[in-house]
């Protein structure tokens, strides 16, 4: 039953394993069947033995045959395998009920929140990253290639749960742009905000103890807060930032884990606090002896001369937690963010990250590092604040063009790439607006997916993350059109 | 008070800056100071109006001067800011206090287990990772410069939560080798085991729920699981395996949201089960409709003929949920793995993954999976097998010859790297025991670390992944030796 072609460029014993494989497939071998001794079928063949020791042993290794004691090898029993492919074959369990509810309900949201539905004529005011065009990925690819070719071995291994020591002290380092002094043990390298705001809650909040977030407040973070079991507390955010007095009241009367702030170009709200409110905030955190968790995701696309500091600047008694990134102004893909606290605090995340993942990818790591200390990360946000700047007086330009009406409100952010359009008093749900203006040809991301509880006004928020400056006129353009035809303005 | 040098290298605007920087800092400048105009200062220093401005211009973004209305610039209120450095500051919270108990517990534990204080000459039976010797960090360079080159601005963007979708084709043919009959909708990449046991425990169990582990187990997953609030059942390894009359014994009085289970290589055990045990124990997990996990950590490593296939190629009602890994024979550092599960379940965790990570590095994944369809990954697989074939024979000799003795027993694996030895009659403290065989210059793993529940005797764990055969025949030796001191022999 088994031939072999000398003249074929496939090697002896690959024909041999492929012969027996389809004879054992067809059922012409049979469960139980024994295969010829190796010296019988190398005579047989007069191939050399090995030839066909190496097609027996794929044989094994694939699971067609087994060798019995005394060296004799039979075609295996494989009764049971699963015989159909995934398609046709039919879950015993029922998963949708195995599973958290809560995933059921987020699953539909994800893909809504997406909108990646929308087609190539579509201008994206939804996705919330720099513009691929503008990323150095050239740059990084050398400095990737670098670490790989110095260190790659031992880059490729287990490390330190806190991240790889030289990008650690770099971001130290960085962080003192911010005026915020603080050491490499004070640092953690997370797999970005999102990831720092999954540990942050399994060490400081048990399910079912509450924390505070902004009202509205990132999109992406309220269902994470939900999966865990917090229970949210919002406060409103008004012209000035978060509500102070509000906080207070929340906090006089409940016992809080946390608090959650973005002071700089708030997502979605696009407010930057000042100064004074900052410090204040920070006074009552430390008065209620309360986290405060800054998100500082817009930090590093500050083109304004008006600047003001993180909140974790001022933070003599340590009270702030600080989540920093490099997804909202470098490679997003890339997963690495940082969570900048005290230093018992980092200690104790450390242990949490060895349990839940083992650790970071120290490669990327030495990667972004190698690309930081070599001077690229300072050219890169040098053109990015150029071009944003740029951007973002467009859309200013533009929604003040096509959007204006006394029920269109919309905030003049000096940093970043977000704005938030407010729209007061229509009969018109939130949905039919976005709807209308997908119509026209632009997604934008619903402002109700950013409140923790029920919206009090229709809204939403436009990214001008991917856009170059035609695309944002047009797209304002749209939405204008949109506004309009509903009898908005 | 501000001069300048036109001869130095320093460009004139930093020149500005720094003095100014210099004065602010010390003093002589005090907030609320007013800046002399741009126009002005030009003037008297004899520069051009814009080295002025571009001075400025970093003062503000550096939080040192402020504008107001009307264009002057003051020094900045920096009350408040952290004058002290790190070191010297004092926290105002108790963040141990704050913190999660059972972190402060498995911090000690960590550190202790990984034992990485141990010298350059003590012998590293601990690593669970392939040697880094034997890695092929060159070729995987050549990868990720080919990804980067072609594809690298996508490839550094967010991606999939599920992973990138050829690696997910690539891992789905892969499984094929093994019997097992998926498809890419069926696969999640995750950053690990580790990663996917936690996403795993987020999607299937609710704190306070059931689950049930063998006894011993991965070290590793007992903290995860209890960090999770789920409550422990074991079930024992005996030398067929998990004994199963147990586990259906557990089953009958509980209810249990998964059961956990490594087949193949038991870590630490060290067993491997056989084909009717995996049918059995598939049928039990099917009658009591309750998910099994098999954990596949070293499928991979199996270089012996005599294999079984995972009970996951049996698995036709989809009730097996698999994990799979790239660390423990190819890059630990990369943080690659997979679940391969029912579809549903796999949206479930995509979700979820969404929301704990925003998702994986696309990057890292695309790499690998050059890497593996450049077919360096069979390449390296073939000389893994012949070099830990030949490991382990050294290992059992070696073990055979020092470490023989009627208290002393030990696994035979027929793949992997891991050895388990267990001592019985004795009336050391399994503590003893490892700090004696530490004092020789060997660091191996105690075995109580994977027992969730009180450990019945003393035992370590040995793993040959980090040693040439020269070592593992010298640490077999030392553990002999420590034995004999002990008199356990």
């Given at each position: 039953m088994i031939t072999i072609n000398k003249s074929l460029s496939t090697?002896?014993?690959k024909q041999i394993f492929l012969r027996f494989k389809e004879l054992i497939e067809k059922g012409t071998l049979k469960p139980g069947d024994r295969l010829p001794p190796t010296r019988v079928?190398?005579?047989t063949l007069g191939v050399n033995r090995t030839t066909v020791y190496l097609a027996y042993e794929e044989l094994w290794s694939m699971g067609y045959i087994e060798s019995r004691p005394g060296s004799y090898s039979f075609v295996r029993q494989r009764t049971g395998l699963a015989a159909e492919s995934a398609v046709q074959r039919k879950s015993l369990l029922d998963w949708g009920k195995l599973c958290n509810p809560l995933l059921n309900e987020l699953n539909e949201r994800r893909i809504a929140s997406r909108l990646k539905n929308f087609g190539k004529s579509c201008i994206d005011f939804v996705s919330l990253s720099p513009d691929p065009a503008i990323l150095p990925a050239e740059a990084f690819r050398k400095a990737m290639n670098q670490v790989l070719k110095k260190d790659g071995r031992s880059l490729l291994?287990?490390?330190d749960p806190r991240g790889y020591q030289p990008l650690r002290e770099y971001i130290a380092d960085f962080m003192n742009r911010h005026s915020v002094k603080i050491c490499s043990d004070e640092i953690l390298i997370t797999y970005g905000v999102q990831s720092a705001l999954s540990l942050l809650l399994k060490t400081l909040v048990k399910p079912g103890d509450s924390i505070i977030t902004e009202s509205p407040t990132y999109l992406t973070a309220i269902p994470l807060f939900r999966l865990h079991g917090a229970k949210i507390l919002t406060v409103p955010v008004i012209p000035s930032g978060m509500d102070l007095q509000a906080l207070e009241a929340l906090l006089q009367k409940n016992k809080v884990s946390l608090i959650y702030t973005m002071p700089d170009?708030?997502?979605p709200a696009g407010i930057s606090t000042s100064q004074a409110h900052r410090e204040y905030l920070l006074r009552i955190c430390e008065k209620y002896k309360t986290p405060l968790v800054e998100d500082g995701f817009m930090e590093e696309i500050k083109y304004s001369p008006k600047v003001v500091m993180p909140v974790k600047s001022m933070d003599s008694g340590n009270t702030v937690v600080y989540l920093g990134t490099f997804s909202k102004f470098l490679f997003p893909g890339l997963r690495i963010g940082w969570i900048a606290a005290d230093k018992e605090l980092i200690s104790r995340i450390a242990t949490l990250v060895y349990y839940e993942l083992l650790g970071g990818n120290i490669l990327d790591q030495a990667a972004l590092n190698r690309f930081c200390r070599d001077g690229q990360l300072e050219v890169h946000l040098k053109i990015l604040h150029r071009i944003y700047r740029k951007r973002m007086q467009v859309a200013l330009r533009s929604a003040r063009r096509f959007c204006e009406g006394e029920n269109i409100s919309?905030?003049?952010p000096t940093g970043g790439y977000l704005l938030w359009m407010r729209i007061n008093g229509t009969q018109h749900s939130e949905e039919k607006i976005i709807s209308k203006i997908l119509e026209k040809g632009?997604?934008?991301?619903?402002?109700?997916?950013?409140?923790a509880d029920t919206p009090p006004f229709a809204s939403f928020r436009i990214s001008i993350g991917h856009c170059?400056?035609?695309?944002?006129?047009e797209g304002f353009r749209r939405i204008g059109q949109a506004l309009d035809e509903l009898k908005i303005k």
């Amino acid at each position: 039953m088994i031939t072999i072609n000398k003249s074929l460029s496939t090697p002896l014993h690959k024909q041999i394993f492929l012969r027996f494989k389809e004879l054992i497939e067809k059922g012409t071998l049979k469960p139980g069947d024994r295969l010829p001794p190796t010296r019988v079928l190398a005579g047989t063949l007069g191939v050399n033995r090995t030839t066909v020791y190496l097609a027996y042993e794929e044989l094994w290794s694939m699971g067609y045959i087994e060798s019995r004691p005394g060296s004799y090898s039979f075609v295996r029993q494989r009764t049971g395998l699963a015989a159909e492919s995934a398609v046709q074959r039919k879950s015993l369990l029922d998963w949708g009920k195995l599973c958290n509810p809560l995933l059921n309900e987020l699953n539909e949201r994800r893909i809504a929140s997406r909108l990646k539905n929308f087609g190539k004529s579509c201008i994206d005011f939804v996705s919330l990253s720099p513009d691929p065009a503008i990323l150095p990925a050239e740059a990084f690819r050398k400095a990737m290639n670098q670490v790989l070719k110095k260190d790659g071995r031992s880059l490729l291994q287990y490390g330190d749960p806190r991240g790889y020591q030289p990008l650690r002290e770099y971001i130290a380092d960085f962080m003192n742009r911010h005026s915020v002094k603080i050491c490499s043990d004070e640092i953690l390298i997370t797999y970005g905000v999102q990831s720092a705001l999954s540990l942050l809650l399994k060490t400081l909040v048990k399910p079912g103890d509450s924390i505070i977030t902004e009202s509205p407040t990132y999109l992406t973070a309220i269902p994470l807060f939900r999966l865990h079991g917090a229970k949210i507390l919002t406060v409103p955010v008004i012209p000035s930032g978060m509500d102070l007095q509000a906080l207070e009241a929340l906090l006089q009367k409940n016992k809080v884990s946390l608090i959650y702030t973005m002071p700089d170009f708030q997502n979605p709200a696009g407010i930057s606090t000042s100064q004074a409110h900052r410090e204040y905030l920070l006074r009552i955190c430390e008065k209620y002896k309360t986290p405060l968790v800054e998100d500082g995701f817009m930090e590093e696309i500050k083109y304004s001369p008006k600047v003001v500091m993180p909140v974790k600047s001022m933070d003599s008694g340590n009270t702030v937690v600080y989540l920093g990134t490099f997804s909202k102004f470098l490679f997003p893909g890339l997963r690495i963010g940082w969570i900048a606290a005290d230093k018992e605090l980092i200690s104790r995340i450390a242990t949490l990250v060895y349990y839940e993942l083992l650790g970071g990818n120290i490669l990327d790591q030495a990667a972004l590092n190698r690309f930081c200390r070599d001077g690229q990360l300072e050219v890169h946000l040098k053109i990015l604040h150029r071009i944003y700047r740029k951007r973002m007086q467009v859309a200013l330009r533009s929604a003040r063009r096509f959007c204006e009406g006394e029920n269109i409100s919309f905030t003049r952010p000096t940093g970043g790439y977000l704005l938030w359009m407010r729209i007061n008093g229509t009969q018109h749900s939130e949905e039919k607006i976005i709807s209308k203006i997908l119509e026209k040809g632009t997604a934008v991301v619903p402002g109700s997916f950013a409140f923790a509880d029920t919206p009090p006004f229709a809204s939403f928020r436009i990214s001008i993350g991917h856009c170059d400056e035609a695309q944002i006129e047009e797209g304002f353009r749209r939405i204008g059109q949109a506004l309009d035809e509903l009898k908005i303005k």
